[in-house]
């Protein structure tokens, strides 16, 4: 099992890809996280002082934690899994979290 760990402490800090970003960071752990089957919060600060934090999820990821909460009862059973501010990409390392921060600056989903 692969796994997206920390380059500084317990912390994943990204050099910012494009002058937009002051910087990407999350809180991942002395472990890291599951980066097949996993989910992290990210913070994203933008060059102009804002911050944006997102969640960042595997498909993966999605299914276990339905399938988790059909057997607890959590979300309706598993009903659903929802949140404004998901972000899913196809699997956790630094290159797909860049990416998908680009991309929502690119589209105006970050600003």
């Given at each position: 099992m692969a796994r997206l760990l920390a380059n500084e402490g317990f912390l994943l800090r990204l050099t910012p890809a494009d002058d937009r970003i002051h910087s990407?960071?999350?809180i991942v752990g002395i472990d890291g996280v599951d980066a097949e089957d996993?989910?992290?919060?990210?913070?994203?600060?933008l060059a102009n002082?804002?911050?944006h934090q997102r969640v960042f999820m595997t498909p993966k990821n999605a299914a276990t934690?339905?399938?988790?909460?059909?057997?607890?009862?959590e979300a309706h059973s598993?009903?659903?899994l929802a949140g404004a501010d998901l972000v899913f990409i196809p699997y956790l390392s630094?290159?797909?979290i860049q990416s998908a921060?680009?991309?929502?600056?690119d589209e105006g989903k970050l600003i």
């Open positions: 990407v960071e999350a996993g989910n992290i919060d990210v913070a994203i600060t002082g804002v911050v934690l339905l399938e988790r909460w059909r057997m607890t009862g598993g009903a659903y630094a290159d797909h921060v680009l991309a929502l600056l």
